[in-house]
């Protein structure tokens, strides 16, 4: 029998911009604390069968992948195609040096404006070059239906309202979310996430004020509320919020709420 957890390994906890902003001297942008640095949203998963998954590729991939020492990734998942999410795509490139492509999975729209933005890395004379490019194959997922993906793992994938476009909402074994870069989450996909009794929620949470494609805290709040998880994790976050003070007020609101932070890892 396979007594493995699940994990999540937060590579990234931070907003667009990540923290600390450049040129900004407010007292989270130039904390000590190690906690206030955030490098762009992302997740590592390691599954208790196994296998690896990244989610998205931030413009901080090859420094969060050699500060943690991670392995390749059996896949990658796009949640949308916002730069501090995919532009670091390009760093795929050394896990197909030996021609090997690395499956990617996304919504149908988001791989459509991948191939455009990347044309590059999908046009067939490029394909043959081999170490130029990062080999990508790329799958389409299927919205609201559980996916076996990699051969063994289970998965759910929701389209959550961000703006003008929509982010993937990302679930594993219907025990992990990930539901960042979104507004708010569609009543039907909420009534989804409340039967699964989730062991963990990873939330977005960018910022105090109401934002027009972002949870704020007090959306966050009401969605982990509702929702319901034997953990939630707020991420995504920018520079109006201080870990400690984050992580106090959040304590004393639920004490199994807690603030994201780089490195931080999270077994499920
Ligand atoms: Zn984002
Ligand atoms: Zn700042």
Redesign the pocket.
């Known amino acids: 029998m396979n007594h493995q957890k699940n994990s999540v390994l937060i590579l990234g906890s931070g ?2 911009t990540g923290v600390p902003i450049m040129n900004c001297f407010c007292s989270v942008c130039q904390s000590s604390n190690s906690k206030n640095q955030r490098t ?2 992302s997740i590592f998963i390691s599954t208790a069968r196994g296998k690896k998954f990244l989610i998205d590729t931030s413009p901080d991939l090859r420094m969060q992948y050699l500060k943690n020492k991670l392995s390749p990734p059996d896949g990658v998942f796009i949640t949308h195609d ?1 730069a ?2 995919l532009h670091g795509i390009d760093d795929l490139r050394p896990f197909s040096f030996r021609q090997k492509a690395m499956d990617l999975y996304t919504s149908t729209e988001t791989a459509n404006l991948i191939k455009e933005r990347f044309s590059y890395i999908f046009a067939q004379k490029n394909q043959k070059v081999g170490g130029g490019i990062p080999l990508i194959d790329m799958h389409e997922v299927s919205i609201g239906e559980e996916e076996i993906i990699e051969e063994s793992e289970s998965f759910l994938f929701y389209l959550l309202p961000h703006h003008h476009t929509k982010t993937l909402g990302i679930v594993h074994e219907k025990k992990m979310a990930y539901f ?2 979104c507004n708010s989450i569609p009543t039907k996909t909420l009534n989804a996430l409340k039967s699964f009794n989730l062991e963990l929620l990873i939330i977005d949470c960018v910022r105090r004020a109401p934002h027009q494609t972002h949870l704020n805290l007090d959306k966050a709040l009401q969605y982990a509320n509702e929702i319901q998880a034997k953990k939630t994790v707020f991420t ?1 976050l920018s520079h109006d919020f201080d870990h400690q003070e984050l992580s106090n007020e959040l304590k004393k609101y639920d004490s199994t709420f807690f603030p994201a932070y780089d490195g931080q890892l999270i077994s499920y």
Request: proline content about 0%; aromatic content about 0%; charged content about 30%.
């Open positions: 907003t667009s762009r949203a916002h501090d999410h960042i870069d995504h």
